[in-house]
């Protein structure tokens, strides 16, 4: 078992910049993909960006790439995602999810624990 909790999310303007931190409990940490999604009012849940277990490989859905940077510390059991350049379409409630394996890293259902959000709201 997994916990996961997320922080660091808050107000801001466009353009400026947010670190989110997720941190895990337990031992395992190091064998778990991780990922963050968001989800803003009336839209599913998407993927924002993951990385591999040893932090060697990343992904990063397209609206958020060359703005947001995924990275894992495993000795502190967290990952954390350094977003850049913020825009009001990035205001959304963004999780912290942890997967055992598996390739399909954009995919809610591949991931196994949930952290319960963190509020990111980006005005114009």
């Known amino acids: 078992q997994v916990q996961l909790v997320e922080s660091g999310g808050g107000l801001v303007q466009a353009g400026d910049s947010l670190r989110l931190s997720c941190t895990a409990s337990?031992?395992?940490?190091?064998?778990?993909?991780m990922g963050w999604f968001r989800q803003a009012p009336g839209k599913e849940r998407e993927i924002a960006a993951a990385i591999s277990s040893s932090g060697s490989r990343t992904y990063y859905t397209d609206s958020v790439r060359a703005r947001f940077t995924i990275s894992r510390n495993n000795a502190k059991n967290t990952v954390y995602l350094q977003m850049n350049a913020l825009k009001p379409e990035d205001t959304a409630v963004y999780y912290c999810?942890?997967?055992?394996?598996?390739?399909?890293?954009?995919?809610?259902?591949?991931?196994?624990?949930w952290g319960q959000g963190t509020q990111v709201t980006v005005s114009s």
């Open positions: 337990g031992r395992t940490f190091s064998r778990y993909i």
């Open positions: 999810a942890a997967a055992q394996g598996g390739s399909t890293w954009s995919k809610v259902e591949h991931y196994d624990y």
